[in-house]
């Protein structure tokens, strides 16, 4: 889905803070809250469904993003919503949960007709949404937290003692583990999700929206997170999940409901379904899942990592040589991601030394190390990668102040222009026209532009990290097609993923990190699943690392 907007209650949005999107506009706590559960939300509605939504219509200019658009969530289910980037789901979404007003169309929540003028709205009405990026302080405890403007009070004071223990009990009831006194911040990511969880199931939502939750867990986490899902919706409540993954609505959900180009083009019951029908209902065609690249011929070393100390890795070493993608498997946290910030040049190498096409730019600036020939698609694409407010067109044109694009160090504007529509077209970005902003478009729309962007340096090296993080299906084929053929030019690429068959598809040697260090190397035939997720839980052979 897209990032969000500023939450229309509180012009909140997720990196001022938590926004208050539980919390009705003026101020005072939604319905649930309390040291009361309100799970049993009258039984006896069991058949009026959780959510109807009739008849959406969204138009933004030059898209119609949700076109007549029906969907009937029922009580107790576990509701996939999936569809290409651009599909319109996080459109849908937002209308359901108030912070869009759609042009058309009912809204039902219990069979009540709902015009929610803001999440807040919603959240009284016993909807919850856990957001992509997190709402949540990082200096304030668990209980704080989940507590956070709906605190219970004892003579008109916040009882912390009270507090705590809301937060002990919810946690108990519903398997979602968390110590109420650790401090967020301290957290990782599938911890800080149970929080957010609490925090609605603390207000009282009977119908809990997910939007990609699983895109930044483990799969044990992510395991961990359908079997709350599923407590959840035993208990009577509801889940809406939206979602790119074809596994976990096949293993999940109940029923799917697909959209494609702002309508609904398919309404299935997983039972009934495969993953293949459900992935050409969301493309229009038939998609080859889960393909294995043959590999590459490799040449000269292009990259080499000697030693490389810097915080949170220990001692790398490996090389990546032209015409080879070289993968690094591992759980997050495990070193990734500053190895790749370190060779990046966004963080000082401690110790070692790297070399890139035989020269040595251990030390150097990330503006040298791009002049070397180092192309980057960081994980975090909204932080780092692109300037949200800036064009489509301009986004394409970044860094490429130095190359054929520019003019004695100038961009001319036509020149812009028609870098964008190639790249545009090429990797299928959906944009309304190359001057829109870039906050215009979807999540992973937004991916597609920024790999189009890295790509078309043509650099010796490309370093890139989840390159398909909430991406779609068709859209992930054609991104590995472009890496694929990127490297069969003669380019090296070092790829970090959380997805194991993205690495098992494209990586013709295969890394795993633990604890900071490369632990374990594998040639592509040997890089089978079981064999990777033993490595990656620290239980690799150690001469494996041989030939890194
Ligand atoms: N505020 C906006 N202004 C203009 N266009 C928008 C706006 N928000 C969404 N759109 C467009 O509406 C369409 C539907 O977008 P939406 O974010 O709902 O898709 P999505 O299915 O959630 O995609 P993704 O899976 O990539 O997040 C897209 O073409 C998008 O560019």
Not at 265 to 290: C, F, H, K, N, Q
Not at 507 to 531: C, Q
């Amino acid at each position: 889905m897209t990032p969000q907007p500023p939450d229309p209650a509180t012009g909140d949005t997720a990196a001022d803070g938590p926004a208050t999107d539980d919390t009705a506009a003026d101020g005072t706590p939604a319905e649930g809250t309390g040291t009361h559960d309100t799970t049993a939300h009258n039984p006896t509605a069991h058949d009026t469904p959780a959510v109807e939504l009739l008849g959406i219509t969204k138009e933004f200019p030059g898209t119609l993003a949700n076109d007549r658009v029906d969907l009937t969530v029922r009580r107790g289910e576990i509701h996939a919503l999936m569809g290409e980037n651009g599909a319109g789901k996080s459109t849908l979404m937002s209308v359901l949960y108030g912070m869009l007003r759609p042009d058309a169309g009912t809204v039902r929540v219990e069979g009540r007709e709902a015009g929610f003028a803001s999440p807040g709205d919603a959240m009284a009405a016993g909807l919850g949404m856990v957001h992509q990026s997190f709402k949540l302080f990082d200096s304030l405890t668990v209980a704080e937290n989940v507590v956070y403007r709906a605190e219970p009070r004892r003579f008109g004071f916040v009882d912390r003692a009270a507090a705590r223990r809301r937060v002990a009990e919810l946690a108990e009831a519903h398997g979602l583990h968390v110590d109420p006194d650790a401090r967020v911040g301290d957290l990782p990511v599938g911890v800080r999700q149970r929080v957010e969880i609490l925090k609605l199931l603390h207000r009282g939502a009977r119908t809990l929206i997910l939007d990609e939750p699983t895109a930044v867990l483990t799969p044990a986490e992510a395991d961990a997170l359908f079997a709350v899902l599923r407590s959840l919706t035993d208990e009577g409540r509801t889940v809406i999940l939206v979602t790119h993954k074809l596994r976990e609505v096949m293993e999940g959900s109940d029923n799917v409901t697909v959209l494609r180009d702002g309508r609904v083009v398919a309404r299935l019951r997983t039972a009934d379904t495969s993953p293949d029908e459900i992935a050409a209902a969301m493309t229009g065609r038939a998609v080859e899942l889960d393909r294995i690249h043959p590999p590459g011929t490799p040449g000269d070393d292009v990259l080499t990592v000697d030693g490389l100390s810097t915080d949170g890795v220990h001692d790398a070493q490996l090389t990546v040589r032209a015409g080879e993608i070289v993968g690094i498997a591992g759980v997050a946290g495990n070193g990734q991601s500053e190895l790749i910030e370190a060779l990046a040049g966004l963080r000082p190498v401690t110790a070692g030394q790297v070399g890139l096409s035989g020269r040595d730019i251990t030390h150097a600036s990330a503006a040298r190390r791009r002049l070397a020939g180092l192309a980057y698609v960081p994980e975090d694409r909204h932080a780092v990668g692109t300037a949200p407010a800036a064009s489509v067109a301009d986004n394409l044109a970044m860094g490429h102040h130095r190359t054929s694009l520019s003019r004695k160090g100038v961009l001319p504007p036509k020149a812009v222009r028609e870098h964008a529509r190639g790249l545009v077209e090429r990797f299928g970005v959906k944009a309304s026209s190359p001057q829109v902003a870039a906050s215009a478009l979807s999540g992973g729309n937004l991916q597609k532009l920024l790999i189009g962007r890295e790509l078309a340096h043509d650099a010796p090296l490309l370093l890139v990290e989840q390159p398909t993080r909430g991406v779609d299906i068709g859209a992930v084929q054609n991104i590995h097609d472009q890496l694929i053929a990127y490297r069969d030019a003669g380019h090296a690429v070092l790829l970090v993923s959380a997805e194991l068959s993205e690495i098992r598809g494209l990586a013709d040697r295969v890394l795993v990190m633990y604890e900071g260090r490369i632990v374990a190397s594998y040639p592509k035939d040997e890089a089978d699943e079981r064999t990777l997720g033993l490595a990656m839980a620290g239980a690799a052979p150690t001469h494996s690392v041989e030939g890194a």
